[in-house]
């Protein structure tokens, strides 16, 4: 995979809680190449989650994504993209992802803005590891250089499937509202309405509250 011109590290405005999000380059499914903060992420509300086809059969990630997805697109408003990152590049190829993709209910075009808003996606290793990197916390980002450390992704692939599931950035999906700055996470083993609740909230979180009236004057006394 060839990083697209003009591609660099995201700064500024790219945050997650005042984290970089690399602007890394990353294709999905259908083919298409995207600049992962400025095309996928800013002003988005997402659900990432990152997974493998060979992990997929261990964790249901994708087959939990699906189920959330139906919940969410009872709304015919909702705009939540979600993005499925695949930390194995190597073994998940093109055809292999589009075909996974199809089988999960995200087949055909379905970017920022359209119908069924699901990708998935791969990106040089290098780039998956920046992306987990941004989106779960390791020593390097730590507060305390030595706290813990995520598992770096060569780890993860010996791993067995029951094994790497458990690590966090194959554990929990991440959702947030880039546009306020508000993240937060969900176990992939959370029931899907729990999920899409969260997404709903996140959603309606930077939504304009109606003005309503108040009563004047004080309050009404209470007689007992």
């Known amino acids: 995979m060839t990083r697209m011109q003009g591609t660099t590290p995201a700064t500024g405005q790219a945050r997650l809680n005042r984290r970089a999000i690399p602007n890394v380059p990353v294709v999905s499914h259908d083919g298409r190449e ?29 087959a939990k994504m699906a189920d959330v997805r139906k919940l969410l697109d009872r709304d015919p408003s909702d705009t939540t993209l979600f993005l499925s990152i ?11 992802l589009a075909n996974h993709a199809g089988r999960s209910g995200a087949g055909g ?30 020593r390097s980002l730590a507060p305390v250089p030595t706290g813990p450390k995520m598992i770096t992704r060569s780890e993860l692939l010996r791993m067995p499937p029951e094994r790497a599931v458990m690590d966090c950035s194959m ?17 992939v083993r959370a029931s899907a309405p729990d999920i899409a609740a969260r997404l709903t909230w996140m959603r309606d979180a930077g939504a304009p509250r109606p003005r309503t009236r108040r009563r004047a004057g004080p309050f009404p006394a209470v007689l007992s």
């Open 34 to 62: 995207w600049s992962f903060y400025d095309d996928l992420i800013r002003d988005q509300v997402v659900l990432v989650a990152f997974m493998s086809i060979g992990h997929d059969a261990e964790s249901n990630c994708s």
């Open 86 to 96: 695949t930390v194995d590049p190597g073994a998940d190829g093109a055809l292999g």
């Open 109 to 138: 075009f379905c970017g920022p803005g359209e119908a069924g808003r699901w990708l998935f996606l791969r990106a040089n290793p290098g780039d998956v590891d920046l992306l987990r990197a941004a989106f779960y916390v390791h």
């Open 171 to 187: 554990g929990l999906m991440r959702y947030g509202n880039e546009a306020l700055d508000v993240w937060g996470a969900a176990p």
